[in-house]
């Protein structure tokens, strides 16, 4: 089939309905030199004409048709043109729907000239009745004024070359609407809104003299009330007929004028809106420039400065670029000046600090000494004013052993249940708490552990206290840990209250422990001392309030005040890494007030208050002293005990942190002195096994608990080595760090995360998880003693003296034996000796007595014996020892 004969329509077939494309695409070929071609798509765009135009577009409006009178009668339908030839149905479909199209928009643009023509003729008669009312209220001032209120009128828009229009009537009736009827025979039109063309905006006319004052009002509404029928921009082939009305037209947007306008271009600036260059344009720096350049080159070169003379703060040591910027000098000139002195050096090579003074001293500058420690925040111990200083809260420390029931009689305090949540029923941490008494006034206190593992917890909490009551159970009397708790308070001086508890139990004796306190020097009031004493129990809830009294009234005696309107100072009493909330510290704050958002440094870390938590969960604005809160904020996990001290910015505060972390680091790794003695002692470590260990526990106390305790269990043939301790969870680092040498890493309180324990199976890293110390301790001296394996004993069966010595077949040899002590038996272990030196270490092959077999050969008999590894090497006069090797458990 050809194309032609697609192209002819058939029978049934109806083509898709719509308009002609505007826009047609071609493709023409480009040719270049060297025998190039391209081929480009050209699109070439043509404007749909909404008017019966059929040639191109013309800015011109045509002429309207000439104005009737009365409206026309609906004409009738047009006949249709015949249809060319060759007119396919699409292009005969497409033509009929232009012609209606036309048609429609015909019969729109006349309804739409005579409703401006008749608006026009109603503004004029308006106006012209106006002014006759006008003049007959002037004729007649004296009669009451009663306005008509006028009607809204639209403005004819005016058009060149109008055609005369005959006067219309005084109140012309309005006409009515012309109905349009289509052909039926014709497709339905397609219903769409023309797009107007937009009206380019031309310089406005002068302004006509208003007729009357009061003809201005309706001649400014007229615009307004019609809608914006006649304000509207029209289409540029379209165009109404001119009016005779002479109403006031609206002003037209004035087209700028770019030559003439005296705005100034570009963006307005402040240095635009208050200068007055009155629109004149700023020269540019590099034009002042190249001015200043061409000047300078004119007058000759400036007058040589006085040179400036500066304080030059030198640390320690400096690097020579460092020094001639501190100098402000080039470091050409400092490395030459160095080189007269016969030290060849760089710009980046450090120098000391005598060969920088002589540097400063030769340039003419002064020298000032600083040293690195003068980076470090100085303790302030300047005495605050007395009118300065108000009362705070006391800080009360619970002391004393193991299951006394501390954490209980702070429970019975506080009317809460920690003791419930403790792993093992004891105190692991130390915690911090304030309670609200009966009469609005508040205490602080701090709960410390009892077991013998957490010592530098309680002497931390000794020292942060101003109050020490010792717990002692009234049925198990004083104990290691109690007597360890009195001497850490006699060392920070503090008072303390012995509060008996247990009272409760039938096995109490409150005076025993009375008597037992006599020995460390503690003379409670009963016995004419000077210390307090209180029998309480925790779990009956007796004698509480005696104990709060007694504590109140220490506190009063005490006066104790401290200044809040200051830089808060505070003492880490734990810290801890949480996984949602990063590293949390928990601070007493001794002086002072904590707020969010102060900058702070504590030990070697440094970072920003973002939230203060109080013992109860709660967030708070500020922390006054002697008040625990946790901060949250921190660069890393501080050590328990550190200072905090607020200082003034962020950049002060990590300067200090790196400086303190650099002293740790190089204490760390500075190797100490050699001598005689720790060279041995590095030998003997060196002989020791190695136990390695990696440990990772909840909080920061208990991380040093742990490590203390494990460091004690070392002996001289195994020592436990710590190859990591820190705190949170544990990590890929861990599990990775443990895996090099093969160490097991302990979980105080904490557990690996998924990849953690994926890197562990892959290198078969053993966990062991704790919540109890005590435990921790006796597996790992379990696990200590078994890497080190059994211990041998070695026990002496008998001796004997070898008198002769005989052949035993062609290379053996066998030994003639007086048994002197115990028993000779055969299989047993064997040593014999020459002058108190082993020259043989076997078993006895053979033992015979006469010419029989024997087991056993008791003392004072003789016998004959050969050894394994056929040794012949035996002498009359030797010793034969027999004995046995036992192997034990070994324990540490």
Do not use: W
């Not at 009689?409 to 008494?437: C, K, P, W």
């Not at 904020?633 to 501080?638: A, D, R």
């Amino acid at each position: 089939m050809s194309d032609t004969e697609n192209d002819k329509p058939k029978l049934g077939m109806r083509q898709p309905l719509g308009l002609k494309r505007t826009v047609e695409t071609g493709k023409v070929k480009q040719s270049f030199s060297h025998g190039r071609s391209n081929t480009v798509v050209v699109e070439v765009k043509r404007r749909r004409m909404l008017g019966p135009q059929s040639g191109a577009a013309t800015e011109e409006a045509a002429p309207p048709p000439a104005p009737v009178a009365a409206p026309p009668p609906p004409p009738a339908p047009a006949p249709r043109p015949a249809a060319p030839a060759g007119e396919t149905a699409q292009e005969r479909q497409a033509r009929m729907l232009r012609e209606a199209d036309e048609q429609r928009m015909q019969a729109l643009e006349e309804a739409r000239r005579r409703e401006e023509r008749e608006r026009a003729e109603a503004a004029e008669a308006e106006q012209r009745r106006i002014e006759e009312k006008a003049r007959a209220e002037a004729e007649a001032a004296a009669a009451p004024k009663v306005e008509a209120k006028p009607e809204p009128v639209a403005e004819a828009k005016p058009e060149p070359a109008a055609a005369p229009v005959p006067a219309p009537a005084p109140a012309p009736a309005a006409p009515e609407p012309i109905a349009l009827q289509l052909d039926p025979t014709r497709p339905a039109p397609r219903r769409f809104t023309p797009v107007q063309r937009p009206e380019i905006p031309r310089p406005a006319p002068a302004k006509p003299e208003p007729a009357a004052p009061a003809a201005a009002a309706p001649a400014a509404a007229a615009p307004a009330s019609t809608g914006g029928a006649a304000a509207a921009p029209r289409s540029g082939n379209l165009g109404p007929n001119r009016a005779p009305a002479r109403a006031p037209e609206p002003q037209r947007p004035q087209q700028r004028d770019r030559k003439g306008d005296e705005r100034r271009g570009g963006k307005l600036t402040v240095n635009r809106a208050l200068g007055g260059d009155d629109g004149a344009r700023a020269r540019s720096l590099a034009a002042l420039k190249r001015a200043r350049d061409k000047e300078r080159r004119h007058t000759g070169p400036r007058e040589p400065q006085a040179k400036q003379i500066r304080d030059v703060k030198v640390p320690e040591t400096i690097t020579v670029a460092e020094l001639a910027n501190r100098m402000a000098e080039k470091g050409a000139d400092l490395v030459k000046a160095l080189f007269k002195m016969g030290m060849p050096v760089t710009l980046t090579q450090t120098i000391d600090q005598d060969t920088a003074e002589l540097l400063v001293t030769e340039f003419g500058h002064n020298i000032v000494r600083v040293s690195d420690s003068d980076i470090d925040l100085v303790l302030d111990t300047d005495a605050d004013a007395e009118d300065a200083l108000k009362p705070r809260p006391p800080v009360v420390t619970i002391m004393g052993h193991v299951d006394h029931g501390k954490t209980s009689l702070l429970d019975a305090l506080r009317g809460t249940d920690v003791v419930r949540g403790e792993a093992g029923g004891i105190t692991q941490h130390i915690g911090a708490y304030q309670v609200t008494l009966k009469d609005k006034s508040k205490v602080t206190f701090l709960d410390t552990p009892g077991h013998e593992a957490f010592s530098e917890m309680r002497a931390r909490g000794a020292n942060v206290t101003d109050i020490v009551v010792l717990v002692v159970a009234a049925d198990d009397g004083l104990m290691p840990q109690t007597i360890e708790a009195i001497n850490h308070t006699k060392a920070a001086g503090v008072p303390m209250i012995v509060a008996i508890n247990k009272i409760d139990k039938p096995e109490a004796n409150a005076q025993r422990v009375r008597e037992r306190l006599l020995e460390h020097d503690i003379q409670v009031e009963a016995m004419g001392g000077d210390t307090q004493d209180v029998e309480v129990s925790a779990k009956e809830k007796t004698g509480l309030d005696e104990l709060i009294e007694k504590i109140q009234l220490q506190a009063e005696l005490m006066e104790l005040r401290a200044n809040p309107d200051r830089e808060a100072e505070g003492n880490v009493v734990e810290a801890k890494l949480d996984k949602g909330r990063g590293p949390v510290a928990t601070i007493l704050v001794t002086r002072g007030t904590l707020k969010v958002g102060d900058v702070f440094v504590v030990g070697a870390e440094s970072g920003k208050v973002r939230a203060l938590i109080d013992d109860k969960g709660r967030q708070m604005k500020e922390a006054g002293p002697s008040m625990p809160v946790e901060i949250l904020g921190l660069s890393g996990v501080p050590m328990a005990g550190d200072l905090l001290q607020v200082v003034e910015n962020e950049a002060r505060a990590r300067e200090v942190a790196a400086y303190r972390a650099s002293v740790i680091q190089q204490k760390r790794t500075t190797n100490t002195p050699a001598s005689l003695e720790s060279m041995f002692s590095a030998l003997k470590e060196k002989q020791a096994m190695e136990y390695p260990l990696v440990v990772k526990a909840d909080t920061q106390g208990t991380v040093e608990a742990i490590v203390a305790a494990i460091n004690k269990i070392s002996t001289d043939d195994i020592k436990a080595r710590v190859l990591h301790a820190g705190v949170g969870g544990i990590t890929e680092s861990d599990v990775n760090a443990a895996a090099a040498s093969g160490a097991p890493i302990i979980g105080f309180n904490v557990r690996p995360n998924a990849k953690a324990r994926e890197i562990a199976d892959r290198h078969k890293v053993a966990f062991k998880y704790y919540d109890v110390i005590y435990e921790l301790t006796d597996e790992i001296r379990a696990g200590m003693a078994g890497q080190l394996g059994p211990e041998a004993f070695e026990t002496v069966v008998g001796r004997a003296e070898i008198r002769e010595v005989f052949s035993a077949g062609k290379h053996g040899k066998a030994a003639g034996l007086l048994v002197t002590d115990g028993a000779i038996r055969k299989a047993l272990k064997a040593r014999i000796t020459r002058d108190d030196v082993i020259i043989y270490q076997g078993e006895i092959a053979s033992l015979r007595r006469f010419k029989d077999d024997v087991a056993e050969v008791r003392a004072g008999l003789e016998c004959g014996v050969t050894f394994t590894q056929n040794f012949t090497d035996i002498k009359p006069g030797d010793y034969l020892e027999t004995f046995e090797v036992e192997l034990r458990e070994r324990t540490l």
